[in-house]
Every structure is written in structure tokens, then in C-alpha cells.
């Protein structure tokens, strides 16, 4: 794997090098698992999707989506980068205004949103609502009326267009239980309409999963959303001022040959990501500027997660133990880190790029199985399940061993969000390199007294 490709990573001494940092040299001080993140590539990452749509359509705002990782640093880095924020529960509102970022620069997504939480989105005055269903609608407008504020809101809607992507993070079909179904939103916009003094719908919203790889999925979405509001606009004169198209940039993972024979067409398409962010800004800009020009003045919203802290991210794992199967003539390692630090691989079976960290210059071509540390024998980084989605094995230098650091590439996307502390597995520190070189620990490693965090013993 050629790892220029990442801008952030070098190679130095034989050892892997963030931001001109020893990944090793890192690992070892505090501790493994650990994930270890580039303040600098973040901030790149915000600019660029900024800059590629509003090149296309001025009008343009990046809202990044908190759950990709929602560390307190990583969303005062995007803040300070100029971006925006998505959130998808109260605890992320929460923690976005504590980032910095005003009530007007927040979009609420979500399918099943408490009274509480949209309390506090209209009481913090935020941007808008993303609406999921007629009940929501109504229940937001009991709650605007009890808090004596009008709420803002966009109503989500199903353009029913499949991404190609894993099934599990497409949600833009009717088989997915996010959004509401085209014929419901007249009644919907009719009903904020005798209630506008509570409710003001701020336009439309639609999102199609993450990673998507095919630009058609991007434009057929977009033509559903902007010919149902075109008709809308002619039958009850209601003009969209923000068309939110969601998020679903995708970024390229690194996959070796020898990975890429094993997995579906499908999903090698999707993790190779060749699609670029130029690229869909052009023909989403184009799209929206049809239609007799009736939506050039919109508001073009967007929310990417994984393009803004994917590629952002190494997570740092050590070898614990080996084992030679003779057999099978097979050659294992196994890791302190497996699915409670990095559960996409199991969810959706995501391939993520793996380096030996401290042998970066020694060869790669040595087929090793690689486990975690878990007892389940479903924490494997290959494909145990057999549906050749990942590889039987990964290739590491021959002279892999214990003590060794295994660094697993562009893991900055729903992996600290997603951990957890199963099989009484403290949760991975993360630590942010700072643009000035410096470290700074954005989420301590935790201890096995944080494993009693809000529990009791009912012996004392």
C-alpha cells in the first residue's frame, strides 16, 4: 500500500509518522489500543468540501455529522475550521454547543427524537429540524407552543434511490425507517401552514447513506427531491430556501490486490471511492440550477462525516500473541484491539488498510490472520463469515511478532463513536496532533476503574 497517498502519513527510521510524529514512538507512551488523529488533515478536509461546492453554488454550507467521531476536540477543530453541525440526538446538541458552534449553525436529524430533545433544539434556536414523519411535525408543534418559540424545521424526505452501498448504511429507500414517504408531505407542509406561527419549514432534506460510490445515486436523489418542490412551488407557491442533500462523500481506502480478490464487486466499488468531492459539487450544482432557475438562490446544505474524519485517523493496536496452525499452514496474530475498538468491521463488514507501524519499510507480502482479543470468534479482521467481503488474511512483513504495532489506516469515521467496553475492555484514548506538532489527548485511555463508571455495588 502506497501510503502517500494519505498526505498526513510518512515513513521515518522505519516507523510510521503522522504529521512528522512517530506513531510508535506515540503508542508506546500512552498506551494501546489508541487512536491517534491530524488537527491539520480535519481541517483540510472541512475546506475542501467547502470550497469544491461553493465553486459550484456559492450558497453552500458543510454541516459535519457528529456521530462519525464526536470527541469535544475533534468538533472545535471542524468549528474553528469553519464548518457547521449535524447532530442526530440531544447528547450531540449538547456536546456541538459546547464545541462553540451557535444554535443557527446546527441541523437535528433523527427517527425518533424526544420531547426533550426538541425542546432544546427550539429553545437553542437551531437552525432547523430535519423532520421525520407527520406525528413529529406535530409534535414539534406542540412543543414550539409550550415553549412559546417558533421551531425551524426541514421535512425529510424518501427519494427512494438506492446507493449500492452495505445495506445496513443506505437509508434513502422506502425499506429504510428514516424520512417520509413523498405523498405524505403535502398534508404536512398544509398542516405547518395553519400552524405557522409554531413551525417554519425551511425547505427539504434527504439523505442516501454514507460512502456512496455512484455519482447517478447522488443526481437521481436530487432530481426526485427538486421535481417534487418544483411542483410544490407551482401548486402551493412553498419555495425551499435550503435544499439539504445530506452527506454520503466518499473517501478512498487503500485496498492491496490481494484484498481486493476476495471481496464483491459491489463493495470494492464502494471502498475504493473514487468518486471525488469536485466531481459531485459540479453535477449537484448543475442539477439545482435547473429547473427554470427557481432554486439558485437556495441554500445548498450539506453533511458529510466520513469525508471530514475518516482518512483524519490511524487506530494503533500491539501484538499479543502468535500462533502457527501447521495443518492449515496458517500464521496468526492476535491484537489487544478488536470489535469493541473498531465494530464497522463486523457491522458492515468494512476493510480497513493495516501496516506493521515499526517495520513500515520491511515488505508486506507475509498472509497473517489477524484477531482481537475478544471472546467471540467473530473478532477477526478477515473474513471468518466466509461472505468475501474481506480478506482471509492480511499481509504483514514475515517477521511480525509479539510487541510489534499494528496500525490500522483511515479509521477516523464511527470508530471511537462506536466503541465500547465489552468483555471489561477499557475504551481507547484518543490523542489529536496539533498543528503545531504538539499532542494533545483529546479522550483519555480509560482505566479498569472507569469500567465501575456509574455503577454501584449492592454489597455495600
Not at 458543510?62 to 469535544?72: C, D, G, N, Q
Not at 460512502?211 to 436523489?221: A, G, I, P, R, V
Not at 468491521?345 to 482479543?373: D, L, Q
Request: contains cysteine; hydrophobic residues 40%; aromatic residues 10%.
Amino acid at each position: 500500500m502506497n501510503i502517500n497517498n494519505i498526505p498526513q502519513l510518512s515513513i521515518k527510521n522505519n516507523h510510521l509518522h503522522m504529521d512528522g510524529r512517530d506513531i510508535v514512538e506515540i503508542a508506546g507512551h500512552y498506551g494501546t489500543p489508541l487512536y491517534i488523529g491530524s488537527e491539520q488533515r480535519i481541517e483540510d478536509n472541512v475546506r475542501e468540501v467547502q470550497q469544491a461546492f461553493q465553486k459550484y453554488h456559492a450558497n453552500t454550507t458543510v454541516h459535519y455529522a457528529a456521530k462519525a467521531e464526536t470527541s469535544l476536540a475533534t468538533l472545535e477543530i471542524v468549528h474553528m475550521a469553519g464548518g457547521s453541525l449535524e447532530v442526530n440526538s440531544g447528547g450531540e446538541l449538547y456536546k456541538g454547543m459546547r464545541a462553540g458552534f451557535a444554535g443557527k449553525n446546527i441541523i437535528f436529524n433523527g427517527v425518533a427524537k424526544t420531547e426533550k430533545e426538541i425542546e432544546s433544539a427550539i429553545v437553542n434556536e437551531i437552525k432547523a429540524i430535519n423532520v421525520d414523519s407527520p406525528f413529529e411535525l406535530e409534535r414539534i408543534v406542540e412543543t414550539a407552543m409550550a415553549c412559546k418559540k417558533q421551531a425551524n424545521v426541514l421535512l425529510r424526505i424518501v427519494p427512494d434511490v438506492a446507493s449500492g452501498v452495505a445495506k445496513g448504511v443506505e437509508t434513502g429507500t422506502h425499506e429504510c425507517k428514516f424520512g417520509t414517504m413523498l405523498e405524505d408531505v403535502p398534508a404536512m407542509l398544509h398542516y405547518a401552514k395553519e400552524h405557522e406561527k409554531w413551525v417554519c419549514v425551511r425547505g427539504f432534506h434527504f439523505h442516501i447513506g454514507t460512502q456512496t460510490y455512484h455519482l447517478t445515486s447522488f443526481l437521481e436523489s436530487l432530481q426526485v427531491l427538486l421535481e417534487f418542490a418544483a411542483n410544490i412551488y407551482k401548486e402551493m407557491q412553498f419555495l425551499p430556501e435550503i435544499i439539504d442533500i445530506g452527506g454520503g462523500l466518499p473517501i478512498p481506502y487503500f485496498i492491496d490486490a490481494t484484498a481486493s480478490q476476495y471481496m464483491q464487486p459491489s463493495i470494492y466499488q464502494m471502498l475504493r471511492g473514487v468518486l471525488t468531492t469536485d466531481e459531485i459539487a459540479e453535477a449537484v450544482a448543475g442539477k439545482l440550477h435547473a429547473y427554470d432557475g427557481i432554486f439558485k438562490d437556495c441554500e445548498l446544505l450539506l453533511e458529510p462525516g466520513r469525508k471530514i474524519v475518516g482518512d483524519a485517523f490511524v487506530m494503533v493496536s500491539r501484538v499479543e500473541n502468535k500462533k502457527y496452525r501447521r495443518a492449515m499452514n496458517e500464521n496468526w496474530i492476535m491484537l489487544d484491539a478488536g470489535l469493541n475498538v473498531m465494530s464497522e468491521v463486523k457491522n458492515y463488514h468494512w476493510y480497513f488498510p493495516m501496516v506493521c507501524a515499526n517495520k513500515i519499510t520491511e515488505p508486506h507480502m507475509y498472509p497473517v490472520k489477524i484477531a482481537g482479543p475478544l471472546c467471540e470468534s467473530g473478532d477477526v479482521w478477515m473474513d471468518y463469515d466466509g461472505h468475501k467481503d474481506l480478506p482471509d488474511f492480511r499481509m504483514m512483513p514475515e517477521s511480525v511478532t509479539v510487541g510489534d504495532y499494528i496500525a490500522m489506516l483511515e479509521t477516523g469515521a464511527y470508530g471511537t463513536s462506536m466503541m465500547s467496553r465489552y468483555n471489561g475492555r477499557p475504551m481507547a484514548g484518543v490523542i489529536i496532533i496539533r498543528k503545531d506538532g504538539s499532542l494533545f489527548m483529546a479522550k483519555k485511555p480509560e482505566t479498569y476503574e472507569d469500567l465501575l463508571t456509574g455503577e454501584f455495588s449492592i454489597a455495600e
